[in-house]
């Protein structure tokens, strides 16, 4: 895969995908339901897969295919459930499934050492999701942000690179802030 770097038609379009992707991304923020979060997640990985079908970046494509399809998962058990704590079982059935999937788009669209940062991103985040614990949620977060963003950087998606880039120090800064507010509490009962 070369990197694309020359103004085309398809990297515009690329980038206004990538543009309404990180919108549609950060409106996920002005709710408060977990089922609107999901569903707004999956709208911007949505865009997010049209601007790398655009760029030619198939890796990235599959591997948010696969974040889509765990995204609906977890909807489709936050609808049955109806918001009530979601069964171990089944999370770890959907981490299976990722794992399985992200083998199998590696195994068919490896072509370069950079498509692994897309598949690797993707386990850490699913990891994250898994594992439930906000603090290592967080702590995690940081380096699948650094493989999107290094990932973004070689396949030319320029509103992905700074995007990413501020969600990277997003992500800094709200590691730095839970601690010190776990801190704070600890400090406040003692």
């Given at each position: 895969?070369?990197?694309?770097?020359?103004?085309?038609?398809?990297?515009?379009?690329?980038?206004?995908?990538?543009?309404?992707?990180?919108?549609a991304?950060?409106?996920?923020?002005?709710?408060?339901?977990?089922?609107?979060?999901?569903?707004?997640?999956?709208?911007?990985?949505?865009?997010?897969?049209?601007?790398?079908?655009?760029?030619?970046?198939?890796t990235?494509?599959?591997?948010?295919?696969i974040?889509?399809?765990?995204?609906?998962a977890?909807l489709?058990?936050?609808?049955?459930?109806?918001?009530?704590?979601?069964?171990?079982?089944?999370?770890?059935?959907?981490?299976?499934?990722?794992?399985?999937?992200?083998?199998?788009?590696?195994?068919?669209?490896?072509?370069?050492?950079?498509?692994?940062?897309?598949?690797?991103?993707?386990?850490?985040?699913?990891?994250?999701?898994?594992?439930?614990?906000?603090?290592?949620?967080?702590?995690?977060?940081?380096?699948?942000?650094?493989?999107?963003?290094?990932?973004?950087?070689?396949?030319?998606?320029?509103?992905?690179?700074?995007?990413?880039?501020?969600?990277?120090?997003?992500?800094?800064?709200?590691?730095?802030?839970?601690?010190?507010?776990?801190?704070?509490?600890?400090?406040?009962?003692?």
């Amino acid at each position: 895969m070369e990197i694309v770097w020359n103004i085309t038609a398809w990297f515009i379009v690329a980038q206004v995908l990538m543009l309404v992707a990180y919108a549609a991304q950060n409106s996920a923020y002005m709710v408060k339901q977990r089922v609107w979060i999901l569903v707004a997640n999956m709208i911007a990985i949505g865009f997010q897969m049209g601007a790398f079908a655009a760029l030619g970046a198939w890796t990235g494509f599959w591997m948010l295919g696969i974040s889509i399809s765990r995204s609906a998962a977890f909807l489709a058990n936050e609808l049955v459930t109806k918001g009530k704590p979601k069964n171990r079982i089944f999370d770890t059935i959907v981490l299976g499934g990722v794992v399985i999937g992200a083998v199998l788009v590696t195994v068919f669209t490896y072509e370069s050492w950079h498509d692994l940062l897309s598949v690797v991103a993707v386990l850490v985040a699913s990891i994250g999701l898994w594992q439930r614990n906000v603090k290592i949620f967080r702590i995690l977060a940081i380096p699948m942000t650094m493989m999107w963003l290094v990932y973004m950087i070689v396949v030319g998606a320029l509103v992905g690179i700074v995007f990413e880039s501020i969600s990277l120090g997003v992500v800094i800064c709200s590691v730095i802030l839970y601690k010190k507010s776990v801190d704070k509490v600890t400090t406040d009962v003692a």
